[in-house]
C-alpha cells in the first residue's frame, strides 16, 4: 500500500463523534446515559400505529416519490402556516430528507463551492463541521460564550469577508439551549441583506422553547424568504428519533438546488414513516403544548438535582438539554470529567469542549440531556449528589 492516509484530508480530525465513544462508555460501564439526546420513550401511540397502517396498507413499502409523499408536504406546509403565518408550495418549496441530517448535508453540499466561508454558531452541531469539510468550505465560527450565550452582532459582522456565502443558524440551540429573539434574528437577517448572504437554519427544535422564549423562523423576517433554507424533523418534536424523516423548507429555486444533492445522497427514504409523520404534524395543539410542558418540568427536574450535585447551571431556554459548567469542582477539563464520570458516579455525559474549534470557550462544560423518564432522571440525580460530598 502506498503510505497516503485512507482518511481524505478533508474529513481529518473527524474521527468518532463523541456519541459513539461515551455512549459505548454507559455501555460498557452500566451507566445512566445523559449523553445522547434520544428520548427513552416513544412517541403517540396513534402515530406509531399510522406508520403500523401505512406499512401493513402497502403505503411507502417502495420508493416514495423523490421530494416526499404528497401528503407530508402538505402537511409541513399547513404546520409552517398555522405555527408561523408562513406559506410554502407543497411542491416547489418543501423536500423530505432523511432527518434534518441530510436536509443540512444536501443544503451544504448544494450551496458551497470550494473555499465559500461558513460562519456558524460554536458549540456546534458535529454534523456542521462535518458536511462543511466534505463541500470544501471553510467554517468560520462566531463563540457562543458562557454564561449567557447570546451571540455577539458585532463580532458577527467582524467576520463576514468577501468570501462569506452562508451563515448557519440553530435555534433553539443545541447544546446551550440559547432561543434567538427577534432582535437578535432581525438583526442577522439585515446583515444577510447587507451582504447577499444565504441563511441555513437548523430548527429540529422549534417546538421545545420555554418559558418566555418564543422560536421564529428567521425565514419570516424581511428580505429572508428568498434566501434562507429552513430545515426541521420529527425526531425530536414526535419522539422518533429512529425514523429519520427531516425535511427543508425554501423558495424554489433553493429546494430545486437541494434536491440535486439530496437525490444522490440517499435518493429516497423512511416510505411508511412519511405517511405517519403527515398524522403528527397535524395533531391538536394540545400534543405540542403538552409535549413542551413535561420537557419543560423534566428541565428542572434535571436542572433542581445538577444544582444539587453543586454544577454550575445554565438555565436552557429551549432544546432537551442543559449544559453545565464543573469549576465548582475544582475541575477544568470537561472531556477528562466525562471520561471519568461513568466510574465515579454511574452517570454519562458530553463534553461541549468537543463543539468548539476555539478549546478555551467551552473547556469546562458539560451537557446532559433531559429527554428521559422522570425515574431515570431521578436516579441519575441521586447518583450526582456523590459528586457534592
Ligand atoms: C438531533 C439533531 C439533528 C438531527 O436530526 P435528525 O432528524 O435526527 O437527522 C440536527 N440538528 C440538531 C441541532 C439536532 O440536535
Redesign the pocket.
Known sequence: MNARPLLNRRLDGLGTTIFAEMSALATATGAINLGQ?FPDTDGPEEIREAAVRALREGRGNQYPPGPGIPELRAAISDHQRRFYDLSLDPDTEVLVT???????AATLLALLEPGDEVIAFEPF?D?YAACIAMAGAKRVPLTLRAPSFRPDLDELRSKITPRTRLLLL?TP??PTGTVLTAEEQSAIAALAVEHDLLVVT?E??EHLAFDDAVHVPIATFPGMRERTVS?S????TFSF?GW???WAMAAAPLIAAVRTAKQYLTYVSAGPFQYAIAEALRLPDAYFDGFRADLRRKRDLLGDGLRAAGFDVHQPQG?YFITTDITPFGEKDAYAFCRTLPERCGVVAIPNSVFYDDPEAGRSQVRFTFCKQDDVLQEAAGRLLRLAS
Open positions: 439526546g432523511a432527518g434534518a441530517t441530510e436536509a443540512i452541531y454534523s440553530n440551540h443545541n437548523d429540529v427544535y430545515i424533523s420529527a425526531g425530536k428519533t429519520k424523516v427531516g432544546t
